[in-house]
T-cell receptor, first 116, second 111 residues
């Protein structure tokens, strides 16, 4: 365990379903991130929350809806997804603001999502 | 063309071999990360560096800022080193979280 916990580890959902991915960290970090990893493609940043406020939304379709109720928890709500949304969704956290050289990232184990 | 390029894409080695994975980038950066991803999917941060060289156990990471190039070396490789190694850069002046990732190098170490 890295200190960032993601649930569930695997999820199969139909295109009309609504589901949520959960991420939890108790590292005292003040920023949390959602990344998408598709086959044969680099990780793509989806959302960034800093001090519980969304600071970046990287042109993600509205069928993905993030929520950060407090600094330790991050959710990704999913609805009416498409098969091409099947991917590994990774959560990460960090301590530090801005693109400085003095903070690192801690990643979760990811949720393997399959949309059928 | 991706702003972060890794080579090779795939690498097979025999146990005990010295391994080098390369990363070149085309943007100004404030830091570079080397990450390890095992088949289960989880990612572990190996190094974060902005200059020079870092060593942790059998792993060594170097960076040459002028040449925009970094290398990850594994000495005395072992089958448990088999994983995907990902290079990611923090884009200088970019917004928080603006990591740019390479596609990864898949390493397989045979016993």
């Amino acid at each position: 365990e890295t200190g960032v916990t993601q649930t569930p580890r695997h999820l199969v959902m139909g295109m009309t379903n609504k589901k949520s991915l959960k991420c939890e960290q108790h590292l005292g970090h003040n920023a949390m991130y959602w990344y998408k990893q598709s086959a044969k493609k680099p990780l793509e940043l989806m959302f960034v929350y800093s001090l519980e406020e969304r600071v970046e939304n990287n042109s993600v379709p509205s069928r993905f809806s993030p929520e950060c109720p407090n600094s330790s928890h991050l959710f990704l709500h999913l609805h009416t997804l498409q098969p091409e949304d099947s991917a590994l969704y990774l959560c990460a956290s960090s301590q530090g603001q801005g693109a400085t050289a003095n903070y690192g990232y801690t990643f979760g184990s990811g949720t393997r999502l399959t949309v059928v | 063309k991706n702003e972060v390029e890794q080579s090779p894409q795939n690498l097979t080695a025999q146990e005990g071999e010295f391994i080098t994975i390369n990363c070149s980038y085309s943007v100004g950066i404030s830091a570079l990360h080397w990450l390890q991803q095992h088949p289960g999917g989880g990612i572990v941060s190996l190094f974060m560096l902005s200059s020079g060289k870092k060593k942790h156990g059998r792993l060594i990471a170097t960076i040459n800022i002028q040449e925009k190039h970094s290398s990850l070396h594994i000495t005395a490789s072992h089958p448990r080193d088999s994983a995907v190694y990902i290079c990611a850069v923090v884009n200088y002046g970019g917004s928080q979280g603006n990591l740019i990732f390479g596609k990864g190098t898949k390493l397989s170490v045979k016993p």
